[in-house]
């Protein structure tokens, strides 16, 4: 029904950016949010950011607040997570989601991505 695709994680250095995309196709919603999960080898998988259908409402994880950007563009149903003065705790492979509203995307989201490698060295 939704299939969703990230690309532009990579190897990046301690203080480096990097801006993650991800491209929903299929219809699940009429309206919907969208978000960023992650998961670091040998640890549980996190909430990172999420935003609400207008780009109005955005909710971010504690860990990157000040440091992440997410946005979106609905003519290409894409999400993006800008990625400032990232740090070697940030290595993991980032998850696009995609629910009906904020609360469920930050939650537990019903359509996931499969994954793109997001390594900082130090």
């Known amino acids: 029904q939704v299939q969703l695709v990230e690309s532009g994680g990579g190897l990046v250095q301690a203080g480096g950016s990097l801006r993650l995309s991800c491209a929903a196709s299929g219809r699940a919603f009429s309206y919907y949010a969208m978000g960023w999960f992650r998961q670091a080898p040998g640890k549980e998988r996190e909430f990172v950011a999420a935003i609400s259908w207008s780009g109005g409402n955005t909710y971010y994880a504690d860990s990157v607040k000040g440091r992440f950007t997410i946005s979106r563009d609905n003519a290409k149903n894409t999400v993006y997570l800008q990625m400032n003065d990232l740090k070697p705790e940030d290595t993991a492979v980032y998850s696009c989601?995609?629910?009906?509203?904020?609360?469920?995307?930050?939650?537990?989201?019903?359509?996931w991505g499969q994954g793109t490698q997001v390594t900082v060295s130090s």
């Open positions: 989601v995609v629910d009906r509203n904020i609360a469920v995307v930050a939650s537990i989201p019903a359509y």
